[in-house]
Nanobody, 123 residues
């Protein structure tokens, strides 16, 4: 399974971006999907996850109320809508598919990763 994340870019503080995650070779409709991020010099951290059917989601505290993870049907991308962006949101954002349908709020069990997309928020 190969995942591709896209939609990153440069935005001013307070602005919005929408990231997309698609699979180039395999549908992950039965898998939970999550977004993680890694800022320069920092550890990778969990951002948000969504279950296989979109019924349940989880967010890191630092994005609650600002970011929304969503997914459509079996062949649809998984999105991360990011609003009210802050300079501290600057990072490479990665999508990952879990081995199971529910997922987790840490990197355990996420077997399939995308290449990352860079989000830069200027002050």
């Amino acid at each position: 399974v190969q995942l591709q994340a896209s939609g990153g870019g440069l935005v001013q503080a307070g602005g919005s971006l929408r990231l997309s995650c698609v699979s180039s070779r395999y549908t992950f409709s039965n898998n939970a999907v999550a977004w993680f991020r890694q800022a320069p010099g920092k550890e990778r951290e969990f951002v948000a996850r969504i279950s296989w059917n979109g019924a349940t989601t989880s967010y890191a505290d630092f994005v609650k109320g600002r970011f929304t993870i969503s997914r459509g049907g079996a062949e649809s991308p998984v999105y991360l809508q990011m609003n009210s962006l802050k300079p501290e949101d600057t990072a490479v954002y990665y999508c990952a598919a879990h081995r199971g349908p529910i997922g987790a709020t840490d990197s355990n069990g996420y077997a399939y990763w995308g290449q990352g997309t860079l989000v830069t928020v200027s002050s």
